[in-house]
């Protein structure tokens, strides 16, 4: 569904139409043919053939039990055909798409609540480059990204959340941009620990149903902004710092190629292309990593496995 790309006259920008891939053949089943779409919202909670997320890149999704798509936020165009970040909650069933929570316009603030508890009236920010995943029960998690404080305040964040049961749950981490990690000790998890807010960062479910997160662009234990190759996993309502550097900008230790080594760790960088394996062994390709000293960014193309 969507992204920055090319529309039906070639012209580029972000676009809402939304595919299906099966027996060796695409479906356009939605959306527009054209970019810059408004979101037609329609009524909360009440699906109709006419309702459509707006353009948009960056967004996050998930797939329910039943295998409904749902998609939040990213960055586009709002009902308005206003440009920016989003923080709608949708759910595509049945040929339909049902505007589900958050606002139908740019640039809002995160409704928090109290840390741990749902409610109706919770919601993330607006944000885009979120790490997501579903649970072993069904529920949908995100964390982090680029987006909007509680205070509107724009920026990297590391605030984890829960939805389940049509409400959103504060989690973890802080309501307020631009926070540093606190690691801890590496393998020990506690509850004051957290990783630093952060955006594009990799990300997986191991059997047990933990989060495991690796790398993006934050901030480091010094409260530095740059990229990242720290490995964290999350369990049991605490993190623990399993791997990597708590500084930024840290190159890789490759070891030697197909051989483990505790020793090896990939060197800072962020958008990775990130899977779990069928044996549960995590695995990451490539990236990018912006090269002050070129001051450009620089891509990766190297292949690596974890055994969590």
């Known amino acids: 569904m969507g992204g920055l790309g090319d529309d039906s006259n070639g012209v580029a920008y972000v676009l809402n139409d939304l595919w299906k891939y099966s ?3 695409w479906t356009w089943e939605g959306g527009s043919n054209l970019i ?3 979101g037609n919202y329609g009524i909360l909670g009440t699906a109709a053939p006419s309702n459509v997320p707006g353009a948009r890149q960056y967004p996050v999704n998930w797939v329910d039990g039943t295998g409904n798509l749902w998609l939040f936020g990213g960055w586009g165009s709002d009902s308005t055909g206003t440009l920016g970040l989003l923080k709608d909650l949708w759910m595509y069933s049945g040929g339909e798409w049902t505007w589900m929570g958050g606002s ?9 609540g109290t840390q741990g508890m749902g409610a109706s009236g919770n919601v993330p920010g607006a944000r885009e480059f979120v790490l997501s995943w579903t649970d072993t029960a069904g529920n949908f998690w995100l964390f982090g990204g680029d987006g909007l404080d509680s205070t ?6 590391n605030d984890l ?9 504060w989690i973890s981490g802080s309501n307020l941009m631009r926070q540093s990690g606190v690691y801890g000790t590496q393998g020990t998890a506690a509850s004051t620990n957290v990783p630093g807010t952060r955006g594009g ?3 997986w479910t191991d059997h047990a149903g933990n989060l495991w997160l690796f790398g993006g662009q934050g901030v480091d234990s010094n409260g530095n902004y740059g990229d990242l190759n720290d490995m964290w996993k999350y369990g049991a309502g605490q993190w623990t710092w399993m791997s990597g550097s708590n500084i930024l900008g840290q ?3 490759y070891g030697t190629l197909g051989i483990a080594d505790p020793g090896n760790v990939p060197g800072a960088r962020y958008q990775v292309v990130s899977w779990t394996a069928a044996s549960g062994n995590f695995w990451l390709f490539g990236g990018s990593f912006y090269d002050s000293s070129l001051g450009s960014v620089v891509e990766f ?3 690596w496995e974890y055994e969590p």
């Open 23 to 25: 027996a060796g053949e």
């Open 36 to 38: 810059n779409q408004n």
């Open 104 to 112: 139908n316009l740019v640039n809002q603030s995160g409704t928090y």
């Open 152 to 157: 509107g305040a724009s920026g990297v964040l």
């Open 161 to 169: 959340w829960k939805y389940s049961a049509g409400e959103w749950t």
């Open 201 to 203: 960062a990799a990300g």
């Open 251 to 253: 190159t890789g230790t």
């Open 301 to 303: 193309n190297d292949l």
